[in-house]
């Protein structure tokens, strides 16, 4: 799949989530139906009522901890996507997508639940008036038409209210989450008044009495993901925050704060009172199975025997509230988690198309088309969905924290480890609290909820196979611990599976043994005849018969399983093998191109700089002539620009080249970033001042000198002045600064600002100025590549620093970089300027110029005469090695030395020359002055015993400051 986030529709995610709307979407989504059924069927009997206050106070503290977490990555990942997307960026993409599958079925299931809770909890209030018209049994659940309408209602409403409403489905899901939150407080407020808070009588519930207060917390502890699964939710929204991201965490805290409020509220309330026949809660608890009406539900039962039917209205009001907005938040954090998806090619194109509202509206009707079926499934077939949530939810925590960890570990941040330590431990400690049944919990999953489990498992691998065979950008099958850990899960829970359907059989068969046995005893009393007992014999065999069938029939299925298992995994595995296989064949050849490439970028450059080096020289030449007319002088500068817009294009062109080749290097010297500043300001002063410009260049500098590649600073500092200058309009603005923040352990952190007044860019092309060869539309009347940034950000990184811009049309832009160098002690000297260097007689001092082009020797010749050097020629280097070793010592003062040459080239020919016996003659000063201009050409002239580099085409001040410096000449010699 290619990657179609650049050709999503509509305007992408628009930034309308307040503070409040992002609060409404992570309660909403973590407090749904659960919290007033689940009181009075699980919380109460486990732990009782302060137990369970107890319990969610300690689970809610967990939350926190895991929003720490959330917090940190949003901050630093502020994309949509969640875990999914920080999976994906720290620990890769195999990694990202095992993470989100099981999220995903997390916050569907969540979708499905809330939509049947409302028939579910209408059953007990309302009693038969919806049980009417046609009706099937589905898993012993009786599905009534009605019924499963009015939850499809439900669905619909919450669906179209996501699709349709844009920035109002947030507001709308904050209103009903403060109905939701004060209406709990308002029906507990009510109640309590009158009854009072229910008493600490933690030993009268069953478990407490079982295991003890400890064991029965820590359980109430390990349904944390289940009850506040969807705290998180809003890290899906994190591109549609309109107040900053640091804000997150109290969100987080308030989101979770309410709803450990809300069911310690709901809890006390059930516990609170019971009918006349029960002396306490917990008796009324423990005979809840027999309850019909309201009293089937506690929570509902405080209120109607106190409030009356009034009360009871309010807290129906308060559960529909609830269950909206489950489906509504759930829903949105499931479309963006699809976007995000989608974004990455891991879901059709179509799911990251945004309608002009910024809703992810296939992604949203994608979730209501799969939803609308569900009421028709009976809840008891989608209790076995819903079980495996918090398998799924801590999954989720655990790889968010893994996360955290790397990248607090790499910035240092201890508190942010040490959060995401604690996260890691506690989430893998509660996936498998749930994974293991029967060891340390209180319940298990239904035997049903591990066979879906493992389905979604190897759905999983069926889905990722096709999503790796499509994935031309090879981000996926990086990773075999993931789909080994995968294919472990699903063997253990095949196991798990196995056994407990194994045991549901047979206590099926001993009940109907045990009913037998009775019955026989009562028609026919102790003492059985023969024939008795052959009956009885040939009812146990029966009975025998079917455990056995059923194991068969299990044990088939289980291998079934795990054959389909292995045959996915092992066609993974092959794919991945034979793409090793391509891959390790691409690497040769792209290795042996990669030499052809950097021999023919070498011979490129030297051959386009040659005739460069004529066109720019003569020019150069040209202007400084005492009769030339003005008008000729105006022609020669236009040539002059051209030709340097022209070299410039060509290094663009070949920069990028050795940059995608991964051949750049930096060459780390001492380097004065005053002096670099003050040569930016001279170079682009007249420029700006020929635009009506103002133009400011500033720093604050502690240490001005550093260790760095002076020379690609320079690039990365002149690229963004230069684009400044390009981009801004007459009697605009350009200003530079170069700041020191800071200095820890020698070394400095910088930051470079370069803003403008111009025209700006739009937001799309925000997000693409740094890919090469690419443009802004509105800008196609300037001249340039598109490869200036590129390269720039390039640099940047090679220097392991950042670059980030923020522009807006029509009001300029502004770059930002920020790098770190050692620093060293500086040295004061005199420097020679460039005006300095101009003015220096160079009478008296004897040039060897070697080079084999008559044009470019007729050119420097030219130039170093004009300064008064005396200039003889050599034709190559072993001409230039006879002439050195047949003149006198010290005839030559200084050697420029051409590289491609015929006979013997300059590398030869220096080698040769420092091994020459006389040192007046072997010492002599050589420089390389060549079109070879790499990296590694300077260093290859260094190695071959010569003084420096000159690039051509010639810099004139650059070549006489280089032949001040190697003739010890100083400011003022005449």
Not at 413 to 419: A, D, E, I
Not at 530 to 537: C, F, G, L, Y
Request: a negative charge.
């Amino acid at each position: 799949m290619g990657d179609p986030a650049g050709s999503a529709q509509g305007s992408g995610l628009q930034k309308t989530l307040s503070t409040r709307g992002a609060w409404g979407l992570a309660f909403g989504s973590a407090v749904g139906w659960g919290a007033f059924v689940m009181p009075g069927s699980t919380f109460l009997p486990i732990a009782g009522p302060w137990g369970t206050v107890l319990g969610m106070l300690i689970g809610g503290a967990l939350m926190l901890v895991l929003g720490v977490n959330y917090h940190y990555l949003m901050n630093r990942y502020p994309d949509c996507g969640g875990t999914y997307t920080y999976a994906k960026k720290e620990l890769g993409y195999d990694r990202g997508f095992i993470s989100t599958w099981f999220l995903a079925l997390v916050y569907i299931a969540i979708i499905w639940a809330n939509a049947t809770a409302i028939p579910l909890v209408l059953r007990n209030l309302l009693k038969d008036v919806l049980m009417t018209g046609p009706h099937y049994t589905v898993a012993g659940f009786d599905v009534y038409f009605s019924e499963a309408a009015l939850a499809l209602s439900a669905v619909l409403l919450s669906g179209l209210i996501c699709m349709f409403c844009g920035k109002w489905a947030a507001r709308i899901q904050t209103v009903l989450a403060l109905a939701l939150i004060c209406g709990i407080v308002l029906c507990a407020a009510l109640v309590f008044a009158k009854n009072g808070i229910p008493a600490w009588d933690l030993e009268s519930a069953p478990a407490v009495r079982e295991s003890g207060l400890f064991a029965a917390v820590f359980h109430i502890v390990a349904l944390a993901p289940w009850a506040f699964v969807g705290f998180e939710s809003i890290s899906h929204s994190a591109e549609e925050f309109r107040f900053p991201i640091k804000k997150s965490f109290s969100v987080l805290c308030a989101a979770v704060l309410t709803a450990v409020a809300a069911y310690s509220l709901l809890t006390l309330l059930a516990a609170s009172t019971q009918p006349p026949a029960y002396g306490d809660w917990s008796s009324y608890i423990a005979d809840l199975d027999s309850q019909t009406g309201s009293a089937a539900l506690p929570t509902f039962y405080a209120i109607e025997s106190v409030l009356g039917r009034p009360g009871l209205t309010v807290l129906g009001l308060t559960l529909l509230a609830g269950v909206l907005t489950g489906l509504v938040g759930n829903t949105i954090a499931a479309s963006r988690l699809f976007y995000s998806m989608a974004r990455d090619g891991l879901l059709p194109e179509r799911f990251a198309r945004t309608d002009r509202n910024g809703t992810p509206r296939t992604a949203v009707l994608f979730i209501l088309l799969i939803s609308m079926p569900i009421p028709f499934i009976g809840r008891t077939a989608i209790s076995w969905i819903v079980d495996v949530n918090s398998i799924g939810a801590t999954i989720a925590y655990t790889y968010t924290c893994v996360v955290a960890m790397k990248v607090a570990r790499r910035d240092g941040r201890l508190s942010v480890l040490l959060t995401g330590s604690v996260g890691a431990v506690v989430s893998l400690l509660l996936t498998l609290y749930f994974l293991i049944p029967n060891f340390w919990t209180v319940s298990k999953l239904a035997t049903e909820s591990y066979l879906i489990l493992i389905l979604w498992g190897i759905f999983g691998i069926l889905f990722f196979r096709y999503v790796f065979s499509k994935d031309e950008k090879r981000r996926f099958g990086q990773s075999t611990a993931v789909w080994i850990s995968l294919l472990f899960l699903i063997f253990c829970r095949s196991l798990l599976w196995f056994r407990e359907a194994t045991e549901d059989t047979t206590s099926q068969v001993l009940e109907e043994l045990s009913r037998y046995s009775g019955q026989v005893m009562t028609d026919h009393g102790v003492a059985l005849d023969a024939k008795e007992r052959q009956e009885s014999a040939q009812f146990l065999d029966q009975q025998i018969e079917e455990v056995n069938r059923s194991l068969k029939k299990n044990s088939m299925l289980q291998m079934l399983i795990i054959l389909v298992t292995l045959f996915l995994m092992f066609s993974v595995y092959s794919l991945m093998g034979k793409r090793e296989q391509e891959m390790a064949e691409k690497k040769r050849e792209a290795e042996a191109n990669s030499l052809a490439k950097s021999r023919f970028l070498s011979n490129m450059s030297h051959d386009l700089r040659t005739p460069m080096n004529a066109i720019i020289g003569y020019t150069e030449l040209a202007k400084g002539l005492e009769d030339m007319p003005e008008k000729g002088t105006e022609y020669l500068e236009k040539v002059e620009n051209a030709g340097k817009h022209l070299l410039s294009l060509i290094n663009d062109v070949l920069d990028l080249s050795r940059i995608e080749n991964g051949r750049m290097e930096l060459e780390i010297v001492p380097t004065d970033l005053g002096r670099v500043l003050e040569e930016t300001k001279d170079l682009f002063h007249p420029q700006m001042e020929m635009k009506q410009i103002r133009f400011t260049v500033e720093s604050d500098l502690k240490h001005r000198t550093v260790l760095c590649d002076a020379n690609r600073f320079k690039r990365v500092i002149f690229n963004l002045v230069s684009n400044a200058l390009k981009f801004t309009p007459e009697e605009g603005s350009v200003s530079v600064s170069l700041t020191q923040t800071r200095e820890t352990e020698g070394a400095g952190n910088y930051v470079l600002r370069v803003s403008d007044s111009g025209i700006g860019m739009s937001p799309e092309f925000v997000h693409t100025i740094f890919d090469a060869y690419t443009r802004d539309r509105n800008a196609s009347q300037i001249q340039g590549t598109g490869l200036g940034m590129a390269i720039t950000k390039s640099i940047v990184d090679l220097m392991e620093g950042t670059i980030q811009v923020q522009s807006v049309q029509g009001k300029g832009t502004e770059f930002v970089v920020d790098l770190t160098f050692p620093v060293v002690e500086e040295e004061t000297e005199e420097v020679l300027t460039d005006e300095d260097v101009k003015h220096i007689d160079f009478s008296g001092f004897r040039v060897l110029l070697v080079e084999d082009q008559i044009v470019n020797r007729e050119l420097a010749t030219l130039i170093l005469e004009q300064h008064g050097f005396a200039v003889e020629h050599a034709e190559n280097g072993q001409e230039a090695l006879y002439r050195v070793t047949e003149s006198a010592p010290g005839t030559f003062d200084v050697i420029l030395m051409d590289i491609q040459m015929p006979v013997m080239n300059g590398y030869e020919a220096a080698r040769a020359i420092r091994k020459l016996q006389d040192p007046a003659r072997a010492q002599v000063p050589i420089f390389a002055m060549t079109a070879n201009s790499f990296a590694e050409d300077i260093q290859s002239a260094e190695e071959a015993g010569m003084n420096g580099h000159i690039a051509k085409p010639i810099d004139i001040d650059d070549l006489l400051r280089v032949l001040t410096g190697a003739l010890h000449m100083e400011k003022g010699h005449r």
